[in-house]
Nanobody, 126 residues
Framework: QVQLVESGGGLLQAGDSLRLSCAAS????????MGWFRQAPGKEREFVAA????????YYADSVKGRFTISRDNAENTVYLQMNSLKPEDTAVYYC???????????????????WGQGTQVTVSS
């Protein structure tokens, strides 16, 4: 059982930057594809970004491309989401997710992931 704990959410203004962290309990963290998803009130959970276990394959949703950066530190069992130029439409609960040895082809789909964190709220005011 992998436990994921997100941190770093907060209340910000449009244009601000924020870095989310997700710490994993699993010692074999380096064998997990990691993803970030978000869910706004009244909306379905949507894909934000994913990074392969080696850190070389990275995908982004079109809505965040060029503004958000996903990265990972396998030595620290942590994945990060650097969010720049935040917009009010980025307001959501952000979740990290883990999938063991998953190929990147499935990384956009929430159902591909085995483990989820509890989420961290990001609120961006205009």
């Amino acid at each position: 059982q992998v436990q994921l704990v997100e941190s770093g959410g907060g209340l910000l203004q449009a244009g601000d930057s924020l870095r989310l962290s997700c710490a994993a309990s699993e010692r074999t963290f380096g064998t997990y594809t990691m993803g970030w998803f978000r869910q706004a009130p009244g909306k379905e959970r949507e894909f934000v970004a994913a990074i392969g276990w080696g850190g070389f394959s990275i995908y982004y949703a079109d809505s965040v491309k060029g503004r958000f950066t996903i990265s990972r530190d396998n030595a620290e069992n942590t994945v990060y989401l650097q969010m720049n130029s935040l917009k009010p439409e980025d307001t959501a609960v952000y979740y990290c997710a883990a999938a063991h040895l998953m190929t990147m082809g499935g990384s956009h789909y929430a159902g591909s992931y085995d483990y989820w964190g509890q989420g961290t709220q990001v609120t961006v005011s205009s």
